[in-house]
Nanobody, 121 residues
Framework: QVQLAESGGGLVQPGGSLRLSCAAS????????MGWYRQAPGKQRELVAV???????NYADSVKGRFTISRDNAKNTVYLQMNSLKPEDTAVYYC???????????????WGQGTQVTVSS
């Protein structure tokens, strides 16, 4: 069993910054891609950023130049540094990880519980 624990969400003013963290724990052999998704009220969940095990990152066009995804493989943790935040960034942010567990035949996607990010003055 694998669990993703998210932290770092909160209320911030436009132009401010937040840093989200997501730590994977449990029966982990290796972690492939890790990423962040978000879902605003009335909208479908969308990919924000994803990073491979080797550190290659991709971003949604709406966050390019403002957000940075990174990971610490030794800690099984992925981060999302969010700068120059805008009201339209307001959403519940979900961590995602593709995890290969000990004793498993293939990797499985796991999701964090979600953390609220609110950008408002």
């Amino acid at each position: 069993q694998v669990q993703l624990a998210e932290s770092g969400g909160g209320l911030v003013q436009p132009g401010g910054s937040l840093r989200l963290s997501c730590a994977a724990s449990g029966s982990i052999f290796s972690i492939n891609d890790m990423g962040w998704y978000r879902q605003a009220p009335g909208k479908q969940r969308e990919l924000v950023a994803v990073i491979t095990n080797g550190g290659r990152a991709n971003y949604a066009d709406s966050v390019k130049g403002r957000f940075t995804i990174s990971r610490d493989n030794a800690k099984n943790t992925v981060y999302l540094q969010m700068n120059s935040l805008k009201p339209e960034d307001t959403a519940v942010y979900y961590c995602n990880a593709d995890v290969a567990s000990f004793g498993s035949t293939w990797s499985v996607d796991y999701w964090g519980q979600g953390t609220q990010v609110t950008v408002s003055s």
